[in-house]
């Protein structure tokens, strides 16, 4: 996260802590902000419960890979572990709110990327794998992520 900053990336802000209950010290932790829609933070089109087909269905979703509640799952087996699905979760629009239209065109959207990746040329329905994703944050946050 630190690295991401200083890099001029958004990544959510961090503190370390130590932790202390009822007198007692757990030990240091990491303190993160939650990813949120906020021109200061994950800066996305507002999207409306009644933006449910055209270029409105298009923008302003946040979803992660996270413990907790699975919303949807990958169509593949994890590389490292065989036999188990990546689990994806809604953050904006959250998922009490979520329309069954913004939810087909998201998993459809990351099925479409995965499809790509997955084929030895990286072209999946007449688009590059490239089509779906900012190359330049997806190679920093890759480079980020096997340098830490």
Request: no cysteine.
């Amino acid at each position: 996260m630190e690295l991401s900053n200083k890099m001029g990336q958004y990544a959510s802000r961090t503190r370390l802590i130590e932790l202390f209950i009822n007198d007692l010290y757990e030990g240091v932790y990491v303190l993160m902000e939650k990813i949120k829609k906020d021109e200061n933070r994950v800066d996305i089109a507002t999207l409306r419960a009644e933006d449910i087909a055209g270029d409105e269905l298009t923008g302003g979703y946040i979803f992660k890979i996270d413990k907790g509640d699975i919303d949807w799952f990958s169509q593949y087996d994890m590389s490292l572990n065989p036999g188990q699905k990546l689990g994806f979760q809604y953050v904006y629009p959250q998922r009490s709110e979520i329309q069954t239209e913004q939810e087909n065109y998201i998993q459809s959207y990351v099925d479409s990327f995965e499809n790509a990746m997955n084929n030895s040329d990286f072209i999946y329905g007449g688009k590059h794998y490239t089509d779906y994703i900012d190359q330049t944050s997806f190679i920093d946050y890759f480079l980020h992520s096997e340098m830490s």
